[in-house]
């Protein structure tokens, strides 16, 4: 079946350092995936999208990278920064109705 | 917050009672999701709606079920809640009308608690 995974729980970083999160997926269908980052007591928050058609994606401080031949998915934040401190969420869908399957979520910790 | 507002933002319920939760939209979209977000879990897709009174089921249905009678709002009702959906409750719009550019925006949840 559909799964979202990621390969780490927690990743902790030094504040001015790159962070990259990784994210697997299994199904060869999805088309398309966002990145999804949650504070706490807070709804997710959209941080970047990608289709399946690209394999970079770049947008303020933030890159996702997609390799369809492994099914994998990145996201890249430069210069990280106590306020990038979250869950992240990728999310992946393959059909149009916009059913998202969702990894479990890795923790990043910024410290000063 | 792409204008999703959702209430009641908090709830403590007991087991047997039935609980109804609103999600409001302000831009006219037709497709509306309500997911629910455990620990150790990402988010799940109960029930999703795409238009007036045209819903479907995601992947944990059981126990739960919508209505969407007018654009705006879309109601997740437990008919007589357990503690196993105590969760947290997240409505999310998708930004189009069916076309391939689409996204997804979430509202800011409802903690609800079943003792």
């Known amino acids: 079946g559909e799964s979202v995974g990621l390969h780490l729980p927690t990743l902790s970083v030094q504040e001015g350092d790159n962070s990259i999160i990784n994210c697997a997926y299994s199904?060869?269908?999805?088309?398309?995936f966002i990145w999804y980052k949650q504070e706490s007591g807070k709804g997710p928050q959209f941080i970047i999208d990608i289709r399946s058609n690209m394999d970079k994606r770049q947008g303020q401080r933030v890159t996702v990278l997609l390799n369809k031949t492994v099914k994998h998915l990145s996201l890249q934040i430069a210069a990280t920064q106590p306020g990038d401190s979250a869950v992240y969420f990728c999310a992946e869908n393959a059909s149009n109705t916009g059913k998202l399957i969702f990894g479990q979520g890795t923790t990043l910790q910024v410290k000063p | 917050d792409a204008g999703i507002t959702q209430s009641p933002r908090h709830k403590v319920t007991e087991t047997g009672t039935p609980v109804t939760l609103r999600c409001h939209q302000t831009e006219n979209h037709r497709y509306m999701y309500w997911y629910r977000q455990d620990p150790g879990h990402g988010l799940r897709l109960i029930h999703y709606?795409?238009?007036?009174?045209?819903?479907d089921k995601g992947e944990v249905s059981d126990g739960y079920s919508v209505s969407r009678s007018k654009t705006e709002d879309f109601l997740l009702t437990l008919e007589s809640a357990t503690s196993s959906q105590t969760s947290v409750y997240f409505c999310?719009?998708?930004?189009?009308?069916?076309?391939?550019?689409?996204?997804?925006?979430f509202g800011p949840g409802t903690r609800l608690l079943v003792l």
């Open positions: 999310a719009i998708r930004t189009d009308s069916g076309g391939a550019q689409w996204t997804q925006y």
């Open positions: 709606s795409y238009g007036v009174k045209d819903t």
């Open positions: 199904n060869s269908a999805s088309d398309y």
